[in-house]
């Protein structure tokens, strides 16, 4: 199903609401956590892009204003494997002069006004230096 199929059947004014939910709609995402997340963050008017790929870290979940990375986590991030591999995409990210900030299915459901907050007063310290 296609963008424009679901356009072309929402016609008129009564229809006028449905066609704006449609304007935020990503086909980036890789899971519904990162649509809620994506969905909180431009409604906060943030700029944001999904599935980023960076050289030597791989694609991250969320790239905010093109230097916060945000990632968010499920129940597998709890293994010790990909623990490591976590924090070496965030090291590596890191030393390519990206921030880092990981969060977790109850930040993005359960806090979500808290994880927007967290997220501008990081973008707000990089832009007053």
């Not at 199929?5 to 519904?32: E, H, I, Y």
Request: aromatic share 10%.
């Amino acid at each position: 199903m296609t963008l424009d199929f679901l356009r072309q059947r929402l016609p008129g004014n009564r229809n006028g609401k449905a066609r704006t939910v449609l304007d935020w709609v990503d086909s980036g995402a890789d899971s519904l956590l990162e649509t809620l997340a994506r969905t909180y963050f431009r409604q906060a008017g943030i700029q944001v892009q999904a599935q980023v790929y960076l050289e030597r870290v791989g694609y991250v979940d969320l790239l905010l204003d093109g230097w916060l990375v945000v990632e968010l986590d499920g129940r597998h991030h709890a293994e010790w494997k990909q623990v490591q591999k976590d924090h070496r995409r965030n090291n590596e990210s890191a030393l390519q002069g990206y921030t880092a900030l990981r969060y977790y299915y109850a930040d993005v459901v359960y806090r979500p006004q808290e994880m927007v907050q967290q997220v501008l007063a990081v973008l707000r310290r990089r832009h007053r230096q």
